[in-house]
């Protein structure tokens, strides 16, 4: 399940309740829950603060392809690796 995007303002306060509601979830379902809090705010946000601007698109990119190289065959996540 993957996580909403940080966002400006009080919308950013909905989506931490709603993330973690879902990791809450994610948790005792033993689903894994695709984290996107390394998407920065100022740097990765385009003016609007809803749409990932051109740096932002490769971080949340390369959370989803963490999550898919580290799924092996028997159909489990190893994200200590």
Known sequence: I???VPRYGYLNKK????NDLLILKCRNRD????????IDLKKHLNGSG???NHS????L????ANVINNYDNNNSLDLES
């Open 15 to 18: 989506v931490r309740e709603v």
């Open 50 to 52: 809803i749409h990932l």
């Open 61 to 64: 990119n390369a959370n989803f």
């Open 2 to 4: 993957s996580g909403l």
């Open 56 to 59: 932002g698109i490769p971080i």
């Open 31 to 38: 689903i894994c829950f695709i984290d996107h809090s390394n």
